[in-house]
């Protein structure tokens, strides 16, 4: 039986990798743990032949956090770090985003999100909205689907704050679920009735969008993740719990699932 994956990974992201278990081990998705102190390049850490690396833009910089350690500081005018396309989900069936946030000012921003190449619409999205709270959003075309949670903005203020995304769509019924999670804790669902495709980059920090409104975050980041595996509320409690981000889910060959998490 496997646990803990609403739908098996796409080959897109999957990673043969040796297991100290005794078993072969396939990995699908994308980290970021954002560590590396110093340079423009935020690496992949989870990549396979396609790397997806982030690339500090428009002057973020590295900081020392007393909690986390090193950490990228946004400045919450024009800073973000984008995502090579390289990351771009290929199908809208099933996904997670998640990571860790320390907001110093309220009021709307983004964590993360990733565009559609040629629209102007966001269509995965991880942040504050205008009313203050935090949010997951799956939007395609003009249509949003968005989970809010009940969780504010001045309620995590200076503080650590593991936040996520998650969205299923089961085409035999015609219809999805996006579901947010603050702290490893379900907040807020909303069901959805369309799949979608990325192929485009992403940005942490900010809005991926074309020709869109910048909604930059103001603050700390660091161990950023996603993949085109639907986490379970169990996995998305341990990533919380276990204070780092996922690499991805985990498939051995003895048929049981395991999750994988580094520092």
């Known amino acids: 039986m496997i646990i803990d994956i609403a739908s098996p990974p796409t080959p897109s992201r999957m990673k043969l990798i040796p297991s100290s278990f005794g ?10 743990p954002c560590t590396e102190g110093q340079g423009s390049t935020v690496t992949d850490v989870a990549a396979d032949l396609n790397a997806a690396h982030g690339t500090l833009t428009n002057g973020p910089t590295w900081n020392t956090d007393s909690t986390r350690g090193t950490c990228v500081q946004l400045d919450g ?13 290929l199908s809208g069936t099933r996904g997670s985003m998640m990571g860790w946030v320390y907001i110093t000012a309220t009021g709307q921003q983004m ?8 629209n102007s619409n966001v269509g995965l999205s991880l942040g504050i909205d205008s009313s203050g709270y935090v949010f997951g959003r799956y939007k395609v075309g003009g249509t ?8 504010t903005d001045s309620s995590i203020l200076n503080a650590w704050t593991h936040v996520g995304v998650t969205w299923t769509f089961f085409s035999y019924f015609g219809t999805g679920t996006v579901t947010c999670y603050v702290n490893g804790t379900a907040n807020g669902t909303a069901t959805h009735t369309s799949t979608w495709n990325s192929l485009d980059q992403g940005k942490i920090g900010d809005t991926a969008v074309h020709g869109g409104s910048s909604v ?3 603050g700390k980041v660091q161990n950023f993740a996603s993949s085109d595996v639907r986490y379970s509320d169990s ?3 341990n990533a919380s719990a276990n204070g780092w981000g996922m690499i991805a889910e985990v498939v051995t060959t003895t048929n049981k699932t395991l999750a994988v998490y580094n520092r």
């Open 23 to 32: 078993a072969t081990q396939l990995v699908a998705g994308c980290r970021w």
């Open 216 to 218: 930059p975050m103001t």
């Open 144 to 151: 949003n689907f968005k989970a809010q949670s009940t969780v």
């Open 111 to 118: 964590f993360i999100s990733y565009g559609k190449a040629g």
């Open 235 to 237: 996995t998305m409690a």
């Open 77 to 89: 005018v024009d800073d973000y770090i984008e995502i090579d396309s390289s990351a771009a989900f």
